[in-house]
């Protein structure tokens, strides 16, 4: 423990996605007294309705060279999978500038090295939580479909640099018909696959459910419909709340996902943090899928969940309270109809949208702030179900012990 560092007894979580209930359990796990604010309830945010997938080899930074060779052009059409409004206020602009800034391959495998100690402990969090008592299901693998060899070769590489950066990634490459007997679903448009074996997908919301209830079972206390006015510096630590009330605790973590960028300003965190918004529904029919699916080209998924396909898709860099867009919603389908065959499109149920945390430089942000006591974390992007049992745990460490974490070093707030 740091010299004349004192631990905390009480922590605050304000945001109760999976990336606060992940730190409350793990701070909970430490012997800490955890209480979680969210200003509507557990999992409210963009882990209900996201894909689920706990998947470290997908788990790169966001901006990269192969975001600027995709178009200016493809980005503003509403069918995008990654769509930009052209009607982007100053704050967006900025955000893409610096996001822009960041699509070297200099500065991707600069990310991937900081990003590959997390991604090679994800699997086993998830493992720890279970053992922990946590109780959930997790299935594992996915196949990536593509209409052609050349289409594949394109993740093939990204794989491989990512496994060059540390990453530990077992893939398998099938031709058509090998890809169809592995999965049915797949339609005879698909002409190449790849497995990858070792990752997982589980029902984000059910978790976050049974992570919450878990919490409270021991000892915990969850606030739901109430949000965080601002955060009052002081000893101990003060959370003011919109309706009035205020909460003190010796220490205060921010993981508010895409509102994140709100709180933590004040503090001096000068990192670009923006929504990219992301869509899902649930289909049936007469064949369903048995695994999970990736459709890298249309960046599109599919996740078999309680006897439906949950497809997911789109990056809309948009801000996360604007209303969501059925022409998002007809993208995915026009993009994913033809190649997911025996599933009714037409006969959609739990239509979603849910707004994740981006950072310009597609690192996440994690760590103290300037004042003792106050942390932050969230800006995982797309991969906060990966990777926020891992950083949970690594985060709580930090905060128990007043120790710095050299794998966290990487995602100083204040960088």
């Not at 309270?321 to 026009?334: G, K, M, V």
């Not at 950072?359 to 969230?378: E, F, Q, W």
């Amino acid at each position: 423990m740091a010299a004349h560092f004192t631990p905390p007894s009480s922590v605050g979580i304000i945001g109760a996605g999976v990336v606060g209930l992940a730190t409350a359990w793990a701070l909970q796990r430490r012997g800490i007294s955890v209480t979680v604010i969210d200003r509507s309830g557990v999992a409210a945010g963009a882990t209900q309705g996201n894909a689920g997938w706990v998947t470290p080899s997908m788990a790169t930074p966001l901006p990269s060279p192969a975001v600027l060779r995709y178009g200016l052009r493809a980005v503003l059409k509403p069918t995008s999978p990654v769509f930009i409004p052209p009607t982007a206020n100053p704050r967006t602009l900025h955000f893409l500038a610096a996001f822009a800034r960041n699509c070297t391959s200099r500065r991707w495998r600069s990310g991937m090295r900081a990003l590959a100690p997390i991604n090679l402990a994800a699997v086993a969090a998830y493992d720890q939580l279970a053992d922990s008592g946590v109780g959930f299901a997790a299935r594992g693998s996915y196949l990536a479909g593509f209409r052609s060899d050349a289409e594949r070769q394109a993740l093939v590489s990204d794989l491989e640099q990512a496994r060059t950066m540390g990453q530990d990634i077992e893939l398998t490459l099938l031709d058509d018909d090998e890809a169809r007997e592995r999965e049915p679903a797949l339609s005879s448009e698909i002409r190449a696959a790849a497995e990858v074996v070792g990752e997982r997908f589980i029902d984000p919301g059910a978790f976050a459910h049974e992570l919450a209830a878990t919490i409270i079972d021991h000892g915990g206390r969850i606030l739901r419909g109430t949000a965080v006015e601002h955060v009052v510096v002081d000893s101990p630590h003060r959370l003011v709340l919109t309706n009035g009330e205020d909460h003190s605790f010796d220490a205060v973590v921010i993981a508010t996902g895409a509102w994140l960028d709100r709180l933590v300003r004040p503090f001096g965190v000068r990192v670009p943090i923006h929504g990219g918004r992301g869509y899902s529904f649930s289909v049936t029919g007469r064949r369903m899928p048995g695994q999970a699916v990736y459709l890298p080209e249309q960046r599109v998924v599919c996740t078999p969940l309680n006897g439906r396909a949950r497809i997911s898709g789109m990056m809309e860099i948009q801000n996360p309270d604007a209303p969501s867009s059925r022409r998002r919603i007809q993208a995915i389908i026009d993009s994913a109809r033809s190649l997911l065959t025996g599933l009714d499109f037409d006969d959609r149920r739990d239509e979603w949208m849910g707004s994740r945390p981006c950072t310009a430089d597609g690192l996440p942000v994690i760590g103290g702030l300037g004042p003792r006591g106050i942390y932050a974390h969230g800006g995982h992007g797309m991969w906060g179900v990966t990777q926020a049992p891992a950083t949970a745990s690594l985060l709580a460490e930090m905060i128990v012990t007043g120790r710095p974490s050299p794998q966290l070093s990487p995602f100083d707030p204040l960088r």
